[in-house]
């Protein structure tokens, strides 16, 4: 007898029952190493760098430091953009890699970053400080504590942040540890002019002398015969009391005075404050916790518990330790979902088998599904794939295809058994009939789902899972099929024998009676067939597009941006008053809440705000999607009346890629005033959509300024130059440092500054200037001052000055919403200027870009199952018929997402792209069977009816467990447009296969 798989399995039992147990214990043993995470890694390709210079404006900036280092990185390689903005005395670079760039050439990347920027460091101005690079935007501080306590300050608070700090690195899988809300302190050194020059002091004297007091020097080390012995000089501010300082002494007319006399000496924080913290409406120092790569969510956040619970006892009364984000609470959460939904769709598959195919045969599948889950288990231990949103996702649609072939076998093993064979003829038969049309169509399904595994880009990265998930799951089920399930199906499988007379029940005489009348009117058949699908095409265009859906988690963040040049102090005003309406709220929880900044990154599909004096971020948590919803209605109508004077921004978390606003157009051009007028144009035209609101830039404004007149001739005559002049104030106004106080693990800075008293902006004017003589004179003497506007910030992209124009949107969704607001300017963009754009961006450019690199991939994933098709069919016209059963699907694929309300999302798309495979593996299947007919003598028309006929129950059968192992996923705001567009496609597809293939094979063959 031929030797094949079953053959071999059911000669060597005892080796199979070994290996059966190796992979079970083995898959129990991967699952509990798999790492757990809500949503998939996917790599952050930005880099940010940024750079200082005081004094400049925000043209200058633009001008002298931004164009310079931009032009540098335009030859950074697998560039994708450039996204700057220049403030004054500040700008920002954000580096963006194309989607395309290789994982593992992205540090590297970074690092020609860093040399790029290094070769053009010389061509920026004098006093430019920097360019900083931060290569680690992509960390995620999933895990975020914070310690509050009113009646405690900053700096108590940060010392035992900073011992928990300390504590949380040493957890396992614990990456980062930083700390957020940090107040720096610095030493101020207020002088008074008057009394300067009362006592004949210049200010030079004074920073002098501060300077030199706090000179940290060495002294030298003495060699003795036993050790060395260093000489240290006694009175550095480190090591005595900051009172001392107040003892500096100055000389002047062979008097000496203390520091005191002319200056007063206070410890603070500094001012403006550095970015701020609040937990729950409280000051809070944050502690922020980021996973190591490949962690467990679930282990760390129980390692994380144990350590805070050993750590809360340290703290003394009047501190309070809460969390204010709980990643590894919300991967358990999400991963127990997915539990549930992946063993309902187990009991559903089992309950279909169980009435279809009979308790014993429902149990040899019922064993086998554990055991190919084991094996893809240790797959994805090997390949480093974690259980998360995406690949849990993928083992409920891998379920409905895994047992497509354990059907398969076990049917056509009974069947055999029915016809009077014996056990292992009747196992061994089913493997020649079955097992290369069962590849054959694994291999199919597999190819379709190319384009998701081979595709580029971060959407791909960000679903990449599906591909070697659902490929390990069909190959590893066909390899089961063929070995374990006869194993298993040789014992309980019990038929009676039959005259070979299975197929001839009243429903196989009607199904007979509709093929042999569709068989008749073929041509009719297939016309009607392909208008369908045109119609079905057409009605596509009814469907709403999405890229991806928002989350169900219960966070809700809120932006409040003040106008550009706003202080740091108004925006925490604004945020502490909209922190008072949020303790009032019922549907609050808690909220935790940033001022000067965004909160970090606490979900990978999160974008961080960076530091600025006019920003607040919120990160509301309510107990679900349906509180969260409710609550953003009554954040929405309150804003518009109790806050005119920010600009706010409700987002919920997404479940891909992140956008800042559901909208979002580009407007591009040389001219900052040019571009300005083109926004304002742009933001009429979306003011006509009723749809719109909050319609934003992300700059426009403009802010006043001081400018002094100086009078050269004046400046020359009081022995002062115009740079004497300028520092002089920054050091009176602003501050100038002087040197460092040590303190603990702190480093402290010494400023000296003018008396605030004198600094007020009415009194500018009357500022003192000191003169070469000690003598001083009002700054109004020197210079003519006046105000004006000036740009406060400037944002570019790919070196030209870029505006976003943004909206949010009342109903619809965000890729419909912003190519209607394309389209509406179509009259506009046709009339730009040279060099001058309007093109769409956010979430729609990421969704095109996403689907074109799906798109790149279709020509391979055709190629491959025409080679697929070819190998097993032998002629192209079979190979062209099954090819041509594909798009059936898109029939129910347009009907069942109407029907359902589902958006076509970027998920969707690509199960519309992978539902071809399913179908065309059927149609092998059919197809494959009339040959066989053929073969053992039938005639063509006959061979087509037995083979339709004998295929019903195993296709249909396949076709039903795969659409309802679909159910649970329809739930899901993830899943759900994909697991309707799959389950109507296969529906219809499968139908129309059994139906109008038959067709296509007799009119193509001129079948009578």
């Known amino acids: 007898m031929q030797k094949n798989l079953t053959a071999i399995a059911l000669q060597h039992k005892s080796i199979l029952v070994y290996l ?14 798999l790492g757990r995470m809500e949503n998939p890694d996917f790599t952050i390709r930005q880099m940010v760098i940024t750079a200082a210079w005081p004094g400049a404006t925000a043209e200058q900036m633009q001008l002298l430091v931004l164009d310079k280092i931009e032009r540098k990185l335009q030859q950074t390689p697998y560039l994708n953009n450039l996204r700057s903005y220049a403030r004054p005395s500040a700008a920002v670079i954000y580096v963006e890699l194309d989607g395309t760039s290789p994982i593992d050439q992205v540090r590297p990347t970074w690092q020609e970053v860093r040399n790029l920027t290094e070769d053009v460091r010389l061509e920026l101005p004098q006093g430019v400080i920097g360019p900083f690079f931060n290569d680690r935007f992509d960390d995620v501080f999933g895990t975020i504590y914070a310690i509050t306590g009113n009646d405690y300050t900053y700096e108590q608070k940060r010392i035992y942040a900073e011992q928990l700090r300390r504590q949380l690195l040493a957890v396992d899988d614990v990456k980062r540890v930083e700390l957020i809300g940090v107040q720096a302190e610095q030493i101020y050194i207020r002088v008074e002019p008057a009394k300067l020059a009362m006592l004949g002091i210049s200010l030079p004297q004074v920073q002098q002398a501060v300077s030199k007091f706090n000179m940290v020097t060495p002294a030298g080390m003495l060699e003795t015969s036993y050790d060395n012995v260093y000489i240290r000089v006694a009175g550095e501010i480190a090591e005595q009391q900051l009172a001392s300082v107040s003892n500096i002494p100055l000389y002047s007319g062979g008097r000496t005075f203390r520091l005191a006399d002319v200056a007063t000496i206070t410890r603070e924080y500094a001012q403006p404050a550095s970015a701020r913290m609040y937990a729950n409406g409280e000051a809070a120092i944050g502690i922020a916790v980021s996973m190591a790569a490949g962690g467990n969510n679930i282990a760390l956040g129980e390692a994380l518990a144990i350590a805070i619970e050993d750590y809360k006892p340290s703290l003394p009364i009047g501190l309070e330790l809460v969390t204010v984000a709980d990643q590894p609470k919300v991967v ?45 288990f240790v797959v994805m231990r090997i390949m480093g794939i974690d259980l998360h949103l995406v690949s849990l996702g993928t083992l409920i649609i891998a379920l409905g295809l895994l047992v497509d072939d354990e059907i398969i076998a076990v049917e056509m093993m009974a069947v055999k058994l029915e016809e009077g064979m014996s056990r292992f003829d009747a196992a061994c038969a089913a493997y020649k009939v079955t097992a290369m049309p069962m590849l054959a169509g694994t291999f199919i399904t597999c190819a379709g789902f190319i384009p998701i595994g081979f595709a580029r ?73 392909i ?17 991806f859906p928002p989350s169900k988690r219960g966070e809700l963040v809120v932006d409040l941006t003040l106008a550009d040049g706003s202080s740091m102090q108004a925006s925490e005003q604004t945020a502490m008053r909209f922190a008072s309406y949020l303790d009032e709220h019922p549907d609050v929880q808690s909220y935790s809440y940033h001022v000067g900044e965004g909160a970090p990154r606490f979900v990978t599909t999160a974008q961080p705000i960076l530091s600025s004096s006019n920003v607040s971020q919120f990160v509301i948590v309510t107990e679900d999607a349906k509180v969260r919803d409710r609550l953003r209605r009554d954040l929405d109508a309150i804003f518009v009346e109790k806050y005119p004077e920010a600009r706010v921004n409700i987002q919920t978390l997404n479940m891909g890629p992140p956008s800042e606003y559901p909208v979002m157009l580009k407007v591009s051009g040389d001219d900052p005033a040019e571009v300005r007028k083109l926004a304002e144009a742009v933001a009429a035209r979306m003011q006509q959509d009723p749809n719109l609101y909050n319609i934003n830039f992300d700059w426009k404004e403009q802010a006043r300024a001081v400018r002094l007149s100086i009078d050269e001739t004046r400046l020359a005559a009081m022995g002062i130059d115009r740079k004497q002049l300028s520092d002089v104030l920054y050091s009176m106004v602003s501050g100038v440092s002087l040197g460092e106080f040590y303190d603990a693990d702190r480093i402290i800075d010494i400023s000296f500054r003018l008396d605030e008293a004198s600094v007020t902006l009415e009194q500018l004017a009357n500022i003192p200037v000191q003169l070469q003589n000690g003598s ?24 030209k000055p870029t505006i976003m124009v943004r909206a949010n949107t009342l109903s ?22 040279y060099g001058y754009s309007i093109d769409i961006s956010g979430a729609l450019k990421m969704s095109n870009e ?24 032998h002629r192209f016209a079979l190979a062209v018929m099954a090819l041509l059963t594909a798009p059936m699907g898109m029939i129910g694929v347009s009907l069942s997402m109407i029907l359902t309300g589902q958006p076509m999302g970027f998920v969707a798309q690509l199960g519309i792209i992978a ?3 399913m179908i065309i593996r059927n149609a092998i299947i059919l197809l494959d069977q009339i040959e066989v007919h053929i073969k053992e003598g039938d005639t063509q028309y006959e061979s087509i009816i037995k083979a339709a006929v004998m295929r019903f129950r195993p296709i249909m059968l396949t076709s039903v467990t795969a659409i309802l192992a679909m159910i649970p996923l329809m739930l899901s705001n993830f899943w759900g447009p994909m697991a309707v567009a799959i389950s109507g496609g296969l529906f219809a597809g499968t139908v129309l296969t059994l139906v109008v293939l038959p067709c296509m094979y007799a009119l193509w063959y001129k079948v009578k």
């Open 457 to 529: 880009g971060d959407t791909a990265e960000f679903t990449g899972a599906i591909f070697p998930v659902l490929v390990a799951a069909l190959l590893i089920s066909w390899l089961v099929s063929l070995t374990v399930a006869p194993f298993i199906g040789y014992r309980l499988i019990k038929v009676k024998k039959t005259d070979g007379s299975t197929h001839d029940g009243r429903f196989y005489k009607v199904f007979n009676k509709f093929l042999t009348l569709c068989l008749a009117h073929r041509k009719m058949v297939i016309g009607i067939t």
């Open 20 to 33: 059966v147990l190796c992979l079970l214990f083995g898959g129990i043993a991967a699952y509990q190493k």
């Open 332 to 376: 358990a959460d999400s991963i127990d979902e997915f539990a549930r939904s992946l063993i309902e769709a187990v009991i559903i598959l089992l309950a279909v088998s169980f009435l279809s195919l009979g308790v014993r045969t429902g149990l040899v599948i019922s064993f086998c599904i554990p055991l190919v889950f084991a094996g893809v």
């Open 531 to 547: 208008l369908v699908f045109a119609l079905s095409v057409w009605s596509m265009g009814f469907i709403q597009q999405q890229f």
């Open 812 to 833: 619809g969704t965000e890729n419909d919403m912003t190519m209607a607001a394309y389209d509406s300017m179509a009259d506009l963009r046709e009339t730009l200027p």
């Open 915 to 917: 539902l071809s495979g």
């Open 776 to 799: 001083y004179v009002p700054l109004s003497q020197l210079a003519h001052i006046s105000y004006e506007a000036e740009e406060v910030s400037i944002w570019r992209q790919d070196l």
């Open 850 to 873: 996403s689907v074109q690199y799906i798109m790149e991939q279709v020509p391979l994933m055709l190629f491959a199952i025409i080679t697929i098709l070819m190998f097993s069919l």
